[in-house]
């Protein structure tokens, strides 16, 4: 079975007022169907610049790309030819921030249904309007029909996301290009999109290319990883080994940055009963003339008769 992605020796260099950087230099990887390959690293690391260079997403006068790059069988870097026949078919992007990623002027149903048509353009209207609820249904999003008529602004942070996803599988791609998907959504709403994410890739087979630099996300997500440091890979593998036995120092340093609980102090526990103070010592002996006045109050009976 032959790869969805192959990559060899991919450079990017990016044209800037200070110079020439080389945001990408020299790294190869492969994705094979039904598996997610993720490249993590710190930001300004190169990674996300790696994969806008396989969708080539970077402006021509800004980014010279050279190496060699193939995406679903096509070459994606000696020529653009194919970039039509890829992008929103055999390739779908979920790009990290979900509030910015769609039309703001459009129903969100109208913006899925576009693209499916432009994946599927043999549906007519009411057959890609189908498809779109039915979508929506796959991605978990209650009342599909309703939800069709709303605007971006109306739907939450991981709604929006849902619905990237729904316009990511509805073209029914060979590889998807998540690049930091969860990164704008709060914790629990990140594993929902996770859970559904690996959901779907198990039932389409669908291959992945996962960008992050969350280690937990690496970890659940990942068949194998790409650490990437200053535009290199500095240590891949499966994700068992580099994550649970890491070679180079990076990636040592990376998992030692991540926060560990401490133990746990319960501020409303009772704090310990203070110890009773100790009795003081008695007084020397005084003779009874001497003895102070009301002294002799307690040694009375009670109807207040002294002692004798």
């Known amino acids: 079975m032959s790869s969805v992605v192959t990559v060899d020796d991919l450079v990017v260099e990016l044209m800037t007022a200070g110079g020439i950087i080389r945001a990408v230099d020299g790294v190869s990887f492969r994705i094979d169907p039904g598996e997610t390959v993720t490249i993590i690293g710190e930001s300004g690391s190169g990674k996300s610049t790696t994969a806008m260079a396989l969708l080539r997403l970077l402006p021509d006068d800004l980014a010279v790309i050279s190496g060699a790059a193939t995406v679903a069988g096509q070459d994606v870097v000696g020529t653009r030819k194919h970039l039509g026949a890829l992008r929103g078919r055999a390739v779908a992007l979920i790009p990290q921030d979900p509030m910015t990623a769609l039309n703001p002027i459009s129903t969100v149903g109208a913006q899925l249904t576009e693209a499916i048509r432009r ?41 929006l996301q849902r619905m990237l996803i729904a316009a990511a599988i509805g073209a029914e791609p060979q590889l998807i290009v998540a690049d930091e998907p969860t990164s704008a959504l709060d914790v629990t709403v990140q594993a929902g999109i996770l859970d559904l994410l690996l959901e779907l890739q198990e039932r389409t087979g669908v291959a992945m290319l996962l960008i992050t630099h969350d280690l937990g996300v690496a970890r659940l997500m990942s068949d194998r990883v790409h650490v990437m440091r200053q535009g290199v890979f500095v240590e891949e593998g499966p994700v068992e080994q580099v994550v649970g036995h890491p070679q180079h120092e990076y990636t040592q340093a990376l998992l030692a940055a991540i926060p560990e609980l401490g133990p746990w102090h319960d501020p409303e526990e009772a704090e310990p009963a203070p110890t009773a103070p100790q009795s003081t010592p008695p007084g020397p002996h005084l003779p009874h003339d001497l003895t102070p006045e009301g002294s002799m109050s307690a040694a009375t009976t009670g109807t207040g008769g002294e002692l004798l």
């Open 119 to 159: 994946a599927h353009p043999e549906l007519d209207k009411a057959a890609a309007r189908g498809r779109a609820v039915e979508l929506m249904r796959q991605v978990h999003i209650a009342a599909p029909e309703k939800r069709m008529r709303s605007y971006p602004h109306e739907l939450s942070g991981g709604m």
